[in-house]
């Protein structure tokens, strides 16, 4: 996180669940010293649980950035990366062993992600 904030990158969290226990997990993480916004989906509407796209809208219109210069690291094929991809951010799957969706694959087309990844490492490779 520190070499990307160094190179100015914008970091920002979409996070579906039970807002409680969201809210829980990123006061324990301190998210909000890396990432603005932190978004809960399920303290809005419908279309923005994933694999909505509502949430990304907000986050590129926050930020003044087209669609296609913002990026989406993930790690659920299931729904992480359809509503990205739908408004062509760059979708990335950072699929490291022993992770809880690691052995999950995309159910279709459009599930899968532009990238994957294997851990922190080749990301900040690819992002360089």
Same mark, same amino acid.
């Given at each position: 996180?520190?070499?990307?904030?160094?190179?100015?990158?914008?970091?920002?969290?979409?996070?579906?669940?039970?807002?409680?226990?969201?809210?829980?997990?990123?006061?324990?993480?301190?998210?909000?010293?890396?990432?603005?916004?932190?978004?809960?989906?399920?303290?809005?509407?419908?279309?923005?649980?994933? *694999? %909505?796209? $509502?949430? =990304?809208? /907000?986050?590129?219109?926050?930020? +003044?950035?087209?669609?296609?210069?913002?990026?989406?690291? &993930?790690?659920?094929?299931?729904?992480?990366?359809?509503?990205?991809?739908?408004?062509?951010?760059?979708?990335?799957?950072?699929?490291? *062993? %022993?992770? $809880?969706? =690691?052995? /999950?694959?995309?159910?279709?087309? +459009?599930?899968?992600?532009?990238?994957?990844?294997?851990? &922190?490492?080749?990301?900040?490779?690819?992002?360089?």
């Amino acid at each position: 996180l520190g070499w990307l904030r160094a190179r100015s990158y914008r970091l920002g969290v979409l996070s579906d669940g039970s807002l409680v226990s969201q809210q829980a997990k990123a006061h324990a993480l301190r998210l909000d010293e890396w990432f603005d916004p932190v978004l809960f989906t399920a303290s809005r509407q419908e279309g923005f649980l994933k *694999p %909505g796209t $509502l949430g =990304f809208e /907000l986050i590129a219109t926050k930020w +003044g950035l087209p669609n296609a210069e913002l990026a989406y690291i &993930a790690d659920n094929p299931l729904k992480d990366f359809v509503g990205p991809r739908k408004l062509g951010w760059l979708t990335i799957r950072l699929r490291v *062993p %022993g992770q $809880l969706r =690691f052995a /999950l694959e995309p159910a279709g087309d +459009g599930d899968e992600p532009d990238v994957e990844v294997a851990d &922190a490492a080749s990301l900040l490779d690819y992002l360089r």
